[in-house]
């Protein structure tokens, strides 16, 4: 499939609702957790099992993203939405198939390793094709993007509960619940397939910026350098940070203040989750469009340093103040949705628009291992310190210290981030044409 290419006086601002589309139906991986009480009682399972096909969605999109992006700036942004489409939704199908028959695996193949592909392939799909249509400022036009993936959920979760209700929360309504995504998923996504267009040339507004301007660098390069594994480190370590809290938002607020005499009910915990998505949502286009006005490397000394501070101030007086808990949390999230939208551009003004896309893709493994080792110092530390007898905030102590740590060393890594040396540049336009034929590294 050759990439679509505008017609002349084709708007580019019809480009960033095509990928809302798309990122808006994958996002809807955060609102996983809807299905979990409902299969663990109708398929008896463990709530590490019910886990399991979200987990190994967010392994899949890793993988895939890093496997996949060479394939996807050389079939252009609409094979790639194609791709995600026909994945994302027989992922669901699969598992409406698994949900019917009471055959987990098949959810877990369906919905954990088909579904993740497309997941992957469709988080980059639009990224490359936005920072060409935007030279003048890639962070706002991947922001508005991204920020559907992190706004996904605000639409799926009470979408799939609402659902669940209406049909029923055994395997029979469960499996129709997946069969309607499936299927809706795949008509919505159609969108951006149908709207996606590549510019003309690499200069898509007359009296703007070229977007092969600077420095240009091959996926295949990129990854040679320290420029990419410091990014790695610091996407790593913004990602472990944020979703530390928002893996475990709501027993974590519980814990927190059980002790005092205004506890937090269980409404209003599901009401904090709800907060921490929308400055997950609002910090994608927010932070992202700062980025184009003070520069990457600042907006990211924010995210990691303030996020250290405020992760300080909750580790020292978050039990004593709900406004000031709640509200350092919401900075955190923010920062956390931030640094997924400002990646791309960062590696822009790296690496050049050249292959952006597949070095975005390679980028995203640093998501995968952040999605698990989050987690898992938070889970694994509050368990521990309970079966030491602690309760409520002391839960959280330590494993705050260790985001500090974590934030300090990508703050570091940030700060290390030099220009590309020369001999990792290529000569576009000739070498851009030979790079169309490079396979995945």
């Known amino acids: 499939m050759s990439p679509p290419v505008a017609p002349p006086g084709w708007s580019r ?6 990928a809302l589309s798309v990122h808006l139906s994958i996002g809807q991986a955060y609102a996983w957790s809807v299905f979990k009480p409902p299969l663990e ?10 886990a399991l096909p979200f987990q190994l969605a967010i392994v899949m999109l890793g993988l895939s993203a890093a496997f996949g992006g060479t394939l996807v700036e050389r079939n252009g942004p609409r094979w790639a939405m194609t791709v995600a489409l026909v994945c994302f939704s027989t992922g669901f199908l699969i598992s409406a198939l698994g949900a019917q028959t009471r055959q987990y695996w098949l959810i877990v193949l369906g919905y954990g390793f088909v579904g993740g592909i497309g997941l992957g392939i469709g988080y980059i799909s639009p990224v490359s094709t936005l920072i060409k249509w935007f030279p003048d400022r890639p962070g706002t036009a991947t922001g508005i993007a991204i920020m559907g993936f992190g706004g996904g959920a605000l639409i799926a979760s009470p979408w799939s509960a609402q659902m669940l209700q209406s049909f029923g929360s055994d395997h029979s309504g469960i499996a129709l619940a997946f069969l309607v995504h499936g299927l809706s998923y795949a008509v919505f996504m159609s969108l951006g397939v149908l709207l996606v267009r590549v510019p003309r040339s690499e200069k898509p507004v007359d009296d703007g910026p070229s977007a092969l301007e600077g420095v240009q660098v091959s996926a295949r390069s990129a990854v040679r350098t320290p420029q990419f594994w410091c ?30 005499s205004t506890p937090v009910s269980a409404s209003a915990a599901a009401g904090f989750v709800a907060l921490l998505s929308a400055a997950n949502m609002a910090g994608r286009i927010g932070w992202s469009s700062a980025s184009d006005l003070i520069g990457r490397k600042n907006v990211y000394r924010v995210y990691l340093g303030v996020g250290a501070l405020m992760y300080l101030l909750i580790a020292l007086f978050g039990d004593s103040s709900k406004p000031l808990f709640i509200l350092c949390a919401l900075v955190i999230l923010s920062f956390y949705g931030g640094g997924f939208a400002t990646v791309p551009a960062y590696l822009k003004d790296l690496f050049g628009a050249y292959q952006v896309g597949a070095i975005h893709g390679r980028l ?4 995968s291992t952040a999605g698990v080792l989050g987690p898992l110092i938070v889970n694994w530390i509050a368990d521990h310190q309970k079966e030491a007898g602690k309760h409520g905030s002391s839960l959280y102590g330590v494993s705050f210290m260790i985001m500090i740590g974590l934030l300090a060393i990508g703050f570091v890594a940030n700060e290390l981030v030099r220009p590309v040396h020369s001999r990792h540049h290529v000569p576009v336009p000739k070498e851009a044409a030979d790079g169309r034929r490079e396979q995945p590294a």
């Open 13 to 18: 601002w019809l480009v960033p609702p095509a």
């Open 41 to 50: 009682s109708a398929l008896h399972l463990s709530g590490t099992q019910s």
């Open 231 to 260: 990014l790695w480190i610091v996407l790593c370590m913004n990602v472990t940070a944020g979703i530390g809290i928002l893996e475990k938002a709501a027993p974590m607020i519980t814990d927190f203040f059980a002790d005092t």
């Open 364 to 367: 995203l493994t640093a998501w």
